[in-house]
């Protein structure tokens, strides 16, 4: 049975929905039920109420919002007040869509004011490219970058990159639809390690140029990618890996680090995501493990500086942003490379490594800022 749930009475509690992706074949139909839930536990220590709900609960008439709330250990559905502030966590729209969903949420306003998100969020990795490499201090930092555009493209790549080529979707998470692409020159033949849709690991071997740049072509199809140099981003025994920083709005509207940690994918994989069976270990021990205490101190010191430098640089071209997961490959000698920048990203990285103070912030953060942003406006209608 639905239930109708209408905010506290007290002036100082507002209301947080979280928009997530709908899962249909699952109990309750989202996804994020984990991170959701706790939101929800950390929204009641700071009077913020949180519900969830999909595009698919957005009514096209009515008061509110179809969702669900998380009430002594169950998942709740009902109609939900049109919340003080959205967080939108829905990865995978065009910018259409995300434009129509906001229109059909803009209308359920009653006087008619735009609705207030706790961020704008990026806008795919080829613009995040393009942004960062006209900042002069990333261009270090950056590898060089095109948009994927034919096989011709792709054959001149591998002659200048010493025959290896990575290729991935502009808007994709989680490693999924990447392809690592190597010449072996002598025969001409094409050796492809990649993701599929499902982030199931493959291996393709070619005999020759043509079949193997067609069966490319058919994986891409009418999708944007981007193409980039193979680095060797692997540590001593070949797993790849990378650096997750978690960096975070907080309680006053300032960026601050939340949390570093060590991301080391499956042997002979092509990425580390964590969806794609990585697993996370501390990032100080593993880098000093590595590279030794001299190159780790050096490496974490760029890290740090990168982070603390890229959010608020970012913003000045997107807008306004709340967090952002930052990915940096690190190659055999010692050079860190930026290799994507999520607004929407997860931080089950920290519970795996058991860093309770970095989870702790990295669910907390969201709400304190929210309730910063709600404050602020409260204030502005009052004064």
Known sequence: MKQLFTPAASSMTSMMGVMVSAKPNLSPPFGETAFCRRLTLAGARHHLKVYVFTEEGILDSGPGIEGYQYIRGNWLSGSFPVPDIIYDRVSHRDPCQLQLTRQRLDRLTEDGRPLQY???????KWN??????????????????????????????????NNEVFL???????????????????????MLTG?????????????????????????IGKRTFIIQPYLQLTSTDGRPFDVRVLM??????????????VRLGEQDSVTSNLHGGGTAVQADRYLTREFGESASASILGTLR??????????????GRLAELGIDFGIDRESRVWIIEVNSKPGRSAFFQIGDQMSAFKSIENPILYARYLWLRQLRRVNS
């Open 118 to 124: 706790l961020a704008r969020g990026l806008s795919g």
């Open 195 to 219: 993701r599929d849709r499902n982030n199931v690991l493959f291996h393709k071997h070619f005999q020759d140029w043509e079949t193997g740049a067609a069966w490319i072509d058919r994986f």
């Open 305 to 318: 500086r990168l982070s603390a430098d890229i959010p608020e640089y970012l913003e000045s071209c997107f």
């Open 128 to 161: 995040v490219y393009q942004s960062l490499k006209r900042q002069e201090s990333f261009l270090p930092h950056l590898p060089r970058t095109a948009k994927y555009s034919s096989s011709i493209q792709l054959a001149r790549w591998l002659l200048q990159h």
């Open 168 to 190: 991935k979707p502009h808007s994709g998470t989680h490693g999924k639809l990447t392809l690592h692409v190597r010449l072996v020159n002598e025969h001409q033949h094409l």
């Open 248 to 261: 975070q709005k907080n309680e006053s509207g300032r960026w601050s680090l939340t949390g570093m940690a």
